[in-house]
DNA sequence: CGCAGTTTTGAGACTGATCAATGCCTGTGG
DNA sequence: CCACAGGCATTGATCAGTCTCAAAACTGCG
């Protein structure tokens, strides 16, 4: 496990915002020069993390916010007796670690699902964030907004879909996300989660979550030899999942 | 069903953000003269609509954000065969419509539970405020943190609780939100929702649920006559619902 | 008084959980 | 190059928590 702490990172030089190889991507907004510069200033170092390692924890009073770089995160909240809820999956040019910002402490936890790069950002910036460039500040709420968005879609499927349902819509999601990112080829992506990790984003045990998948691969829907996925039938997995196949809004990041 | 429309309101009178009656409420910060004045211009008008009125419906374009002045009201998500999942409860001082004012459409319903007086807010305004009043852009940004906050806790609870647990944390959270919002007498709240809209809200059904009131009855540690609402046994209840009874923080509204 | 919505109860069915093995792949060290 | 360990995936058998269906009792209200 390696956990370079921020501001200092060993043998890699640092990522420019300017030369951000998120920048070019078509799913974000594009930015202005100065906005950049700021973003630049803001920025206080990169954290280069292990999959497996534990980003903060819940209760942690964490002094940063994180934009992923590259690499998938998850955040999740236990209960006393080890049940594990995770409540999304973080990908790149995703945003986390906001609560802290505002309310001086996580109500979850994050871990690395792969290695990671993680863009940080000191949360005594941020009132400077509102005060003197207001897009970003609204970029912020936005992301903010997203998140929200993407939880009551979690929410509406682990409170009222059956478990086929279940696997079926967060597979789609996550592929129309990797989508996105234009890290899709074709209907193939890589998704890097277990089983285990899936069945406890959908609140299921693992057993009966690859038994499902199972069904999803026998009636021809979905191939998925981790990390591998292929999406075979893209309309008849929206249409098991009991969802609609919209497409996802250009979004800004920070 | 009375839906007034925003910005004519039929034999009240308006209310002044000056005189309003969250204004003195100790669960709030405290606003200085000058946002008060900005906040009365943000504010387009109120809507009062009976329990059971449909404020918005998913996939609208609804052009305006709200504030609860009183009552409740609750957002939802449905499926396509009618089952439906409460994705949380809006109090007084709550705030909701921030998605549609950042993507353009809501991804979600909401409805009146009892009647309610809105605080409607234009969201052409939107960008202004955080132009001009950076700390109430960094309120925006607070509330929609607490919002995730609050779906985080609700997606571990339908997710990862037994149906005893997500009754009583449902049933804890209420009774907290209500005692802070100083509408409580000791122990005992208004808690309006009917058992079916609770059901929908922890993703069971409504026989269980009620059965698993009983129990919770049995053991001494509630007593709903709905809507009236006993917590007999507050550490109790916490206990069973393997939650905390940590205190809600001093908030931000608009 | 009667209706509509809500709560309550019982019985049986079923989805998904738990338990317990077994198989499989990959990386490691002898 | 093989043996072994550890993590994951897979499978079968049994169990139980929750759902569905159906009907009755209750409550507030016109």
Redesign the pocket.
């Known amino acids: 496990m390696t956990l370079t702490p921020p501001g200092r990172s060993p043998n890699t030089e640092q990522i420019k915002c300017k030369h951000c190889p998120l920048r070019g991507n078509e799913a974000f907004r594009a930015f202005t020069e100065k906005e950049l510069d700021f973003v630049q200033t803001f920025k206080s170092g990169e954290l280069v993390a292990d999959a497996g390692t534990t980003i903060f924890l819940e209760g942690n009073n964490s002094a940063h916010l994180y934009t992923i770089l590259s690499g998938w995160v998850f955040r999740y909240k236990l209960l006393d007796d080890g049940r594990r809820q995770i409540l999304n999956f973080g990908l790149p040019g995703d945003f986390f670690g906001l609560q802290s910002s505002m309310f001086g402490e996580m109500d979850h936890s994050v871990e690395a699902l792969t290695d990671v790069v993680l863009c940080v950002f000191p949360r005594e910036k941020v009132w400077h964030l509102y005060e003197h460039y207001p897009d970003l500040g609204f970029d912020l709420t936005w992301l903010a907004a997203r998140e929200q968005f993407m939880l009551d879609e979690n929410l509406l499927t682990v409170g009222r879909r ?3 349902e279940r696997v079926a819509s967060v597979l789609l999601n996550v592929f129309l996300r990797i989508q996105q990112l234009g890290m899709a080829r074709g209907r193939r992506v890589d998704v890097p989660f ?3 990790q899936l069945a406890d984003a959908l ?6 979550t ?2 499902t ?2 069904k999803l691969t026998s009636e021809n829907l979905i191939d998925w030899h ?1 990390p591998k996925l292929h999406i075979k039938d893209l309309e008849g997995l929206a249409r098991v999942a009991n969802a609609e196949l919209a497409s996802l809004p250009v979004r800004p990041f920070i």
């Open positions: 059956t478990a086929i277990t089983q285990q609140g299921l045990s693992h057993v009966h690859n038994k998948i199972k981790p």
